[in-house]
């Protein structure tokens, strides 16, 4: 059973610019979560999608956005990127993110340098 | 608002040591608890779940195990192995309805052979 796929696997861009990361969820799972994870902040929540909805967001500026296809797939999108953004974005996968039981899977991530 | 803590930052030890990781939380309304695995540079792999109706799991050399009214966690790992070196993270869900997880600052360990 393939694992949860992010591409790409890294990134450099410059100020000012956008950026798309994607997001392939394990097969069956619904829930897609993306973090940010820095040295100085650890791993923070940005959003969940569930179901091509927006379940929960986190703490971050309106630049940060994302969405989600009928097919479970995950797009996240940084506008007007700022040197701060510089990060390993993380996508996580559960079936339905409901379950206490249910484990959060994650990817590999995609490590993002804003010049 | 839930603030999570890692206790030590670093550990190092040599091979075969068995070894204990703190997690501590500030708010005991937990959904459930996880402990996670990060090599460096790659994404977290969960190792342990402890559901809040849960004292401890338990997983190979792994064992976790969960104080919620005290709002602490440990994670022993048995025998320990340079292949175990690695950054241990624990992360505390509050809510059944979203997936927003409050993570520990992780601690990095290194088992020496």
């Known amino acids: 059973k393939a694992g949860v796929t992010q591409t790409p696997r890294y990134l450099i861009k410059t100020r000012g610019q956008q950026v798309t990361l994607s997001c392939s969820p394990i097969?069956?799972?619904?829930?897609v979560s993306w973090y940010q994870q820095t040295p100085g902040q650890g791993l923070q929540f940005l959003f969940e999608y569930f179901s091509e909805t927006q379940r929960n967001k986190g703490n971050f500026p309106g630049r940060f956005s994302g969405r989600q296809f009928s097919n479970s797939r995950s797009e996240m999108n940084v506008s007007t990127l700022e040197l701060g953004d510089s990060a390993l974005y993380l996508c996580?996968?559960?079936?339905?993110?409901?379950?206490?039981?249910?484990?959060?899977?994650f990817g590999s991530g995609t490590q993002l340098s804003v010049l | 608002k839930q603030e999570v803590t890692q206790i030590p930052a670093a550990l190092s030890v040599p091979e075969g040591e068995n070894l204990v990781l703190n997690c501590s939380f500030t708010d005991s309304a937990i959904y459930n608890l996880q402990w996670f695995r990060q090599d460096p540079g790659k994404g977290l792999t969960s190792l342990l779940l402890i559901q809040s109706s849960q004292r401890e799991q338990t997983s190979g050399r792994l064992n976790a195990s969960l104080d919620k009214s005290s709002g602490r966690s440990t994670l022993y790992i048995a025998a320990s192995q340079p292949g175990d070196s690695a950054t241990y993270l624990c992360a505390v869900r509050r809510d059944w309805w979203n997936n927003d997880m409050r993570f520990g600052a992780g601690t990095r360990l290194t088992v020496k052979p």
């Open positions: 996580a996968s559960s079936f339905t993110g409901g379950s206490t039981n249910e484990k959060l899977f």
């Open positions: 097969s069956g799972h619904r829930s």
